[in-house]
C-alpha cells in the first residue's frame, strides 16, 4: 500500500467531516464541556442534598404522639427532626405527606420504665434516596434515646456502661489513595470515554460508505487507480481520527473536572459534604501514567470502533439505513460500563481481558482505581490489536464484493 495515497484519501474524509459543525460540536465541544459537568455535578449535587438534609428540620409522622417520652422528643429535636401527628403511616408516607413516619405503641414509656423492652416501626420508602436518608435521621434518634435508657438501667444496677460492649471494633480503609478519590462514580470514566469514542467516528463511517453509496461518489473512488487495500485505510484512519480526537476531550474533561472538584470545590464545602463528594467520586485525580494507559487504550477502542463501523455500515444502501445499522452497537459499550458499578459483586475473572471491548472498560475502570496490572494491560492491548486487525479483515473483504458496494 502507498502511504501518500492512503494520506490523501484520510484527508478528503476528514475534510468532508469537518464541513459540517456537527461533527465539531459532538466530537470537541460536547464532551469536553458535558463531561466535567458531569464529574463536577453529580457528587456537588449528592454532597449538597446530603448536607442539607443533614441539618434541615424534617417533619417525621407520628402514630401515637402522646406515647412519646420526652427523652425521645429530645433525641428527635437534636437530630433536627419535627414530630407531625398523622393518622395512618404507611398512607402518611406512600403519598407523600411525609418522608418517613414512626409509630409509637401505648404504653411504650410505661414498658421501658418496668425494665421491659417495646416496638417501634419506622415507615419509609425503600429506594427513595431522600425518605431513606430521614429514615436514617430517625434511626439515629431512636439510637441515642436506647443508649439512653440502657445507660440509666445499667446505672440503677450498679454497673458500668462498657460491659455491654468489652470489643471495641475500628474500622480502618485500606484502599488505595487512588481508590479512594475515584469514588463510586469511578465506572463513568470508561463509560464516557466508550461513548464518545462511538459517537465521534460513526459520523464519518457512515458518509464515508453509505453515505458515498448514496451520493454515487463511492464507485468513481473505487474505478480511480487506487487499491481496495488503500481505500478502506483511509477511510479507517479519518474514522478513527475522530473517535480518538472525542475520546481524548472526554479523558482532558474528566481531568480538568477532577482539577476544579479537588482544588476549588471540595475545600469550600462542609464537611458532610465534602465527605458526599469524595465518596462519590468528586476529587478524582489522575496520574500520568494512569492517562497514559487510558488513551493508549482509547486509541486501541477507537480503531476497534473504526474498523466494526466501516464494516457493518458498507451493508446499507443509505445513510439514514446505516444509522439503523449502527444504533444497536450503543448497547455493545453501555451495559457492559453500567455494569463495572457491580464488578466487585459479579467477581470477574482475568478471562474478561480476553473479551474485546469489555477488557478495554475493565481495565480502564482498573488503572483509574489504581489496581490495574501490566500483565492485563497488555493482554487487553494485545487482544484489541488482534481484534482490530480482524475488522479491518472483514472491512476490506466487503470493500471487495461487488454484491456489497452495488447493493440497492
Not at 52 to 75: I, K, Y
Request: hydrophobic content about 55%.
Amino acid at each position: 500500500m502507498r502511504p501518500t495515497v492512503i494520506l490523501r484519501l484520510a484527508r478528503k474524509e476528514i475534510v468532508s467531516t469537518l464541513r459540517d459543525t456537527r461533527a465539531i460540536v459532538s466530537n470537541l465541544v460536547i464532551p469536553l464541556v458535558l463531561v466535567p459537568v458531569m464529574m463536577i455535578g453529580m457528587p456537588l449535587l449528592l454532597g449538597s442534598l446530603f448536607e442539607r438534609e443533614q441539618v434541615t428540620v424534617t417533619s417525621v409522622g407520628v402514630v401515637g404522639e402522646a406515647n412519646v417520652p420526652a427523652a425521645l422528643r429530645a433525641a428527635f429535636t437534636a437530630a433536627n427532626l419535627a414530630l407531625e401527628p398523622v393518622a395512618d403511616a404507611d398512607g402518611a408516607v406512600r403519598d407523600g405527606t411525609v418522608d418517613v413516619a414512626v409509630v409509637i405503641p401505648t404504653g411504650f414509656e410505661a414498658e421501658l420504665a418496668d425494665g421491659g423492652s417495646a416496638t417501634v416501626q419506622v415507615h419509609s420508602k425503600v429506594g427513595n434516596m431522600k425518605s431513606e436518608l430521614n429514615a436514617s435521621k430517625v434511626q439515629q434518634a431512636f439510637a441515642g434515646y436506647q443508649a439512653e435508657v440502657v445507660a440509666a438501667r445499667l446505672s440503677a444496677a450498679g454497673l458500668d456502661a462498657s460491659v455491654l460492649q468489652p470489643v471495641t471494633v475500628q474500622t480502618v480503609d485500606a484502599s488505595s489513595q487512588a481508590e479512594r478519590s475515584s469514588g463510586q462514580l469511578s465506572w463513568l470514566i470508561p463509560f464516557f470515554i466508550a461513548i464518545w469514542t462511538l459517537t465521534g467516528g460513526q459520523m464519518t463511517a457512515i458518509d464515508a460508505t453509505a453515505g458515498e453509496k448514496e451520493r454515487g461518489t463511492l464507485e468513481v473512488l473505487l474505478v480511480a487507480p487506487v487499491r481496495r487495500a488503500e481505500v478502506v485505510a483511509g477511510k479507517f484512519i479519518a474514522t478513527m481520527t475522530f473517535g480518538l480526537s472525542a475520546a481524548l476531550m472526554a479523558i482532558l474533561g474528566i481531568i480538568i473536572g477532577g482539577a476544579v472538584m479537588a482544588r476549588l470545590i471540595v475545600p469550600r464545602l462542609g464537611e458532610g459534604a465534602s465527605g458526599m463528594v469524595n465518596i462519590m467520586g468528586g476529587s478524582i485525580t489522575l496520574t500520568p501514567a494512569t492517562v497514559l494507559t487510558l488513551v493508549v487504550s482509547a486509541l486501541l477502542l477507537s480503531a476497534f470502533v473504526s474498523a466494526l463501523l466501516l464494516g457493518i455500515a458498507m451493508f446499507a444502501r443509505s445513510f439514514k439505513e446505516a444509522q439503523s445499522y449502527v444504533a444497536p452497537l450503543s448497547f455493545l459499550f453501555v451495559i457492559p460500563a453500567v455494569a463495572l458499578q457491580f464488578k466487585d459483586l459479579i467477581g470477574l475473572s482475568d478471562s474478561v481481558y480476553y473479551v474485546p471491548v469489555l477488557n478495554v472498560l475493565v481495565l480502564m475502570d482498573n488503572v483509574v482505581r489504581g489496581v490495574g496490572g501490566g500483565r492485563e494491560v497488555l493482554i487487553t492491548w494485545a487482544v484489541m490489536l488482534v481484534a482490530v486487525v480482524l475488522l479491518l479483515r472483514f472491512a476490506l473483504r466487503n470493500f471487495k464484493r461487488e454484491s456489497v458496494i452495488f447493493r440497492s
